[in-house]
């Protein structure tokens, strides 16, 4: 079925949760706008998608992505503009990934203009639940799962799409630390690290619970085989300013491929900055800590956007990387992303999309 030829069936709440949000106080992650929706896959076709109030669902106790995992997500943001416009940021590589981790999960793909038909009408139709404040945003969330009710391993003949929206505030409020990883591992060669699979994140839980015990906001993963070349930082991609350039590692089929990091380097790139996508040793890193030519090192995603990082662990040995005034780089890059994002720049690549 082509695009054009989907409706979306719209059902408005009789139950708004919108006059109760305190807009000035938004947690992360834990309120939802009211509505949702819903694309099931039968019959090897998508269906109508729907949009619905936003509600719980019930599920066959075998639903087969609560046993096996065949499940997939992506992270996006949506902003309001100076001129009060809902715009997305390069929505467009989200739906792509998202097809890239589905064919990696067996699942099958949404067409890109399906997926962004679908994100846009959810939009439109909870356009008030878009923060009008510019230190506020709203993190969509597209996922995918497995439904078949079957007890067997086998790849699900059925599945359903869904998105849901949550109006957020900051994920970090303060500079980070982060544990460089050597006993765990996120990611082998060959595996599912690069692809936004469900069970990427649980196995990430233990290892991430033991740092943060240990004060850690979250990990620095490294290689599966040497454990000496970082990789990414769980929930958002790695990058440092080292002797003026911009230095992090080359995306593989260990790290999901960040937009936002994308952006950065494209940014970097566009103010005449060295950049380099390699491999990244820790010796590397903590070499250029020591003899002071790191002055800057942060991740980058969706939901943490710029993450400045405080202090890096290693074998129980801290860190620290310089102070806030050494940071030019990324301020830089965090005030022109936010310029583009609320509307009070040009558009200069190209990388807002209206809704
Ligand atoms: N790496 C992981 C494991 C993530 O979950 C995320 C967040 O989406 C990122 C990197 C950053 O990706 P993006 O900038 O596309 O949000
Ligand atoms: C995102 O930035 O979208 C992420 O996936 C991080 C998330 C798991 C909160």
Avoid at 167 to 186: C, H, M, W
Wanted: hydrophobic letters at 35%.
């Amino acid at each position: 079925m082509e695009t054009s030829e989907y409706t979306i069936k719209k059902t408005r709440t009789t139950n708004s949760k919108l006059n109760q949000v305190d807009w000035d106080n938004i947690p992360f992650g834990k309120l939802f706008s009211d509505h949702m929706l819903v694309m099931d896959y039968k019959d090897g076709k998508w269906q109508e998608p729907e949009i619905v109030p936003f509600e719980n669902m019930s599920l066959h106790p075998a639903t087969s992505a609560v046993h096996y995992g065949q499940s997939v997500f992506e992270g996006m943001k949506g902003f309001r503009t100076v001129a009060g416009e809902a715009v997305t940021f390069r929505p467009e590589m989200n739906a792509k990934r998202f097809q890239k981790s589905a064919h990696r999960m067996c699942m099958p793909e949404v067409p890109v203009d399906l997926f962004m038909y679908c994100l846009k009408e959810l939009l439109k139709y909870d356009d008030e639940w878009v923060p009008k404040k510019d230190t506020n945003s709203m993190y969509i969330r597209p996922f995918m799962f497995a439904t078949d009710g079957y007890t067997g391993i086998k790849p699900s003949d059925t599945y359903r799409f869904m998105i849901f929206t949550c109006p957020v505030g900051s994920y970090y409020t303060e500079a980070i630390n982060l544990k460089i990883e050597q006993d765990f591992t996120r990611a082998a060669n060959g595996g599912v690290g690069a692809a936004k699979a469900a069970g990427n994140y649980a196995a990430s839980l233990y290892p991430a619970k033991l740092a943060q015990d240990e004060g850690y906001h979250q990990l620095i993963w490294t290689d599966a085989e040497t454990h000496e070349y970082v990789e990414e930082a769980g929930t958002m991609n790695i990058l440092f300013v080292i002797d003026g350039k911009l230095v992090t590692p080359k995306e593989s089929d260990t790290i999901l491929a960040g937009i936002t990091k994308r952006s950065v380097i494209e940014l970097a790139k566009d103010y005449g900055m060295t950049v380099e996508e390699r491999k990244v040793s820790i010796k590397e890193i903590i070499e250029s800590i020591e003899d002071g030519s790191m002055t800057e090192a942060f991740g980058a995603g969706t939901a943490a956007t710029i993450a400045p990082i405080k202090m890096i662990g290693y074998k129980g040995k801290k860190y620290n990387l310089p102070d806030e005034e050494k940071r030019t780089f990324s301020k830089k890059v965090v005030e022109d992303l936010d310029n583009m994002k609320y509307g009070r720049t040009e558009d200069r690549f190209g990388w807002i999309e209206k809704i």
